[in-house]
């Protein structure tokens, strides 16, 4: 596609509940990221995937995030048993070298945790 | 690990004027990139310059420069003739260069608001 692709826009959930966030990255992007922004703050890293393998998952906050991208392109980041310190803006990006290594963004998924 | 500073949480300007945006940053490494992002209320992180650190000369794109200080780790932006358009969250961000690769996850300071004044 002609750029990230992340759906939902928005979603509310229950806490306790699992939700599924999705990230359709640039055409032949071999790379791609998550992000989480919380209000009034700068994205953090969560995860990064090169090809179908999850290359660098340091920045997961615990064993209830999960993401995964069996096919080397969409990416979905699971998020099990919510809690409302969950609520913040969901990040996608991908980038390859062809790029020049620049990192492209989607519009993220505001996730909101009740 | 890698710190990003913005010390200035919200800075104005008026239209037509020049305004500068601070960040400094905090790494033991000598080859990485540095970028400012701009972030509307749409939330999509548009790319508004890079710089990479073994490039002495400092990157200009259209109105938007930047003053790079290595040795002070220090990346500030200016944008000359602001304008309306110009109002956003600015953030600073830093990346490792990963030797050719792809990989290169960012590390953001906190983010500057900027409002432009007709």
């Known amino acids: 596609g002609a750029g990230v692709s992340q759906t939902p826009s928005n979603k509310v959930t229950e806490k306790g509940k699992y939700v599924e966030l999705r990230c359709d990255p640039i055409s032949g992007h071999t790379a791609l990221y998550w992000y989480r922004q919380s209000l009034g703050q700068g994205p953090e890293f969560l995860i990064y995937f090169q090809g179908t393998g999850a290359a660098d998952d340091s920045g997961l906050p615990n064993d209830r995030f999960f993401a995964v991208r069996p096919e080397g392109s969409v990416s979905t980041l699971k998020i099990q048993r919510t809690e409302r310190g969950d609520s913040a803006v969901y990040l996608c990006?991908?980038?390859?070298?062809?790029?020049?290594?620049?990192?492209?963004f989607g519009e993220g998924s505001w996730l909101t945790v009740v | 690990a890698q710190t990003v500073t913005q010390s200035q949480p919200e800075m104005s300007v008026q239209e037509a004027e020049t305004v500068t945006l601070s960040c400094t940053y905090d790494?033991?490494?000598?080859?990485?990139?540095l970028f400012w992002y701009k972030q509307p209320p749409s939330r999509q992180m548009i790319l508004v310059i890079r710089?990479?650190?073994?490039?002495?000369q400092n990157a200009t794109e259209n109105r938007f420069s930047v003053n790079f200080q290595k040795a002070a780790k220090s990346f500030s932006l200016k944008i000359s003739d602001s304008q309306l358009g110009d109002a956003a969250m600015y953030f600073c961000a830093y990346r490792l260069n990963a030797g050719g690769t792809s990989y290169g996850k960012l590390t953001f300071g906190q983010g500057t608001i900027l409002t432009v004044h007709p």
């Open positions: 710089q990479e650190a073994y490039k002495q």
């Open positions: 990006a991908s980038s390859s070298t062809d790029s020049g290594n620049t990192i492209y």
């Open positions: 790494t033991s490494e000598s080859d990485y990139y």
